[in-house]
C-alpha cells in the first residue's frame, strides 16, 4: 500500500540552524510532491510544490529537495526562528488524485 | 490576500443529530474538497468536487456523508447521524487549476460528538 512517512519525533533546534526534515514514501510514483506548516488549530498553509523533474526549489529561507530514485524529499529552513515552530506537512496525489498527507514533523526552534 | 471561510468554527452536537458545515471557497477556484483531522492524527482525504460533482472520495466517505454547493459560493458538507468518532477538526480547501498549484485551506470547523 502507499506509504508517506516522516520522523513523528519533534525536531528541536537553536535558533539561528537550520532545520531539515525528511519526507520518505513508498509505492507511489507523483509527480509533484508538497509541503505545507500547520499550527496548533488551524488548516494547512501551503509552503512549496516540487516536481519530479525539478532537484531542489528554493523559496526565501526555505529549499526543498526531491530524489525519485530515493523516493525522499528533504525540507530545510536556513536561518530558523522561533516563529517557525509549527508542524510541517509533505503531502503526495496518487496517481493525480487528491492530496494525501503525511503525519508531519513538528519542528520547534528554541531562541 | 483571498481566505476559505469556514463556519461555524467550533459545533457541539449530540450523538445521532445531523450537521452541516459550511464553507465558503476563494472565489476563482475550481476545485473543492474536504479533509478531516483528528485529534493528534493526520489530515484525511474525504471528498473533492469539481464542476458540481464529486470527482473523488475516500474510504471515509460513506453515505452517512454528502457534499453540496448549493449556490455559487458555498460549499457544505453534512454529516447524517453523527457518532462520536466523528469527532474532529473538519476543514474545506480550494485550489484554482487542481492539487498542482497548492491548496488553500480554511480554519477550519471543529466538530464535538457527545
Known amino acids: 500500500s502507499q506509504k508517506i512517512e516522516q520522523n513523528s519525533e519533534a525536531l528541536n533546534i537553536q535558533e539561528g540552524k537550520t532545520a531539515t526534515l525528511t519526507c520518505n514514501y513508498t509505492?507511489?510514483?507523483?509527480?509533484?510532491l508538497q509541503w505545507y506548516r500547520q499550527d496548533p488549530g488551524r488548516g494547512p498553509v501551503f509552503l512549496l510544490l516540487?516536481?519530479?523533474?525539478?532537484k531542489e526549489k528554493r523559496k526565501e529561507r526555505l529549499k526543498v529537495t526531491f530524489d525519485t530514485t530515493l523516493k525522499q524529499s528533504l525540507f530545510h529552513i536556513t536561518a530558523s526562528q522561533p516563529a517557525d515552530s509549527a508542524t510541517y506537512l509533505c503531502a503526495l496525489p496518487p496517481a493525480g488524485r487528491a492530496l494525501t498527507f503525511g503525519s508531519g514533523t513538528r519542528l520547534q526552534v528554541q531562541p | 490576500e483571498p481566505e476559505v471561510t469556514q463556519t461555524p468554527s467550533h459545533q457541539v452536537t449530540q450523538m445521532g443529530q445531523e450537521v452541516i458545515l459550511r464553507c465558503v471557497p476563494i472565489s476563482n477556484h475550481l476545485y473543492f474538497y474536504w479533509y478531516r483531522q483528528i485529534l493528534g492524527q493526520k489530515v484525511e482525504f474525504l471528498v473533492s468536487?469539481?464542476?458540481?460533482?464529486?470527482?473523488?472520495k475516500s474510504e471515509i466517505f460513506d453515505d452517512q456523508f454528502s457534499v453540496e454547493r448549493p449556490d455559487g459560493s458555498n460549499f457544505t458538507l453534512k454529516i447524517r447521524s453523527t457518532k462520536l468518532e466523528d469527532s474532529a477538526m473538519y476543514f474545506c480547501?480550494?485550489?484554482?487549476?487542481?492539487?498542482?498549484?497548492?491548496?488553500?485551506f480554511g480554519s477550519g470547523t471543529r466538530l464535538t460528538v457527545v
Open positions: 509505492n507511489y510514483s507523483p509527480a509533484y
Open positions: 480547501a480550494s485550489s484554482d487549476w487542481g492539487q498542482e498549484y497548492g491548496y488553500t
Open positions: 516540487i516536481r519530479e523533474n525539478e
Open positions: 468536487f469539481y464542476n458540481n460533482e464529486i470527482s473523488e
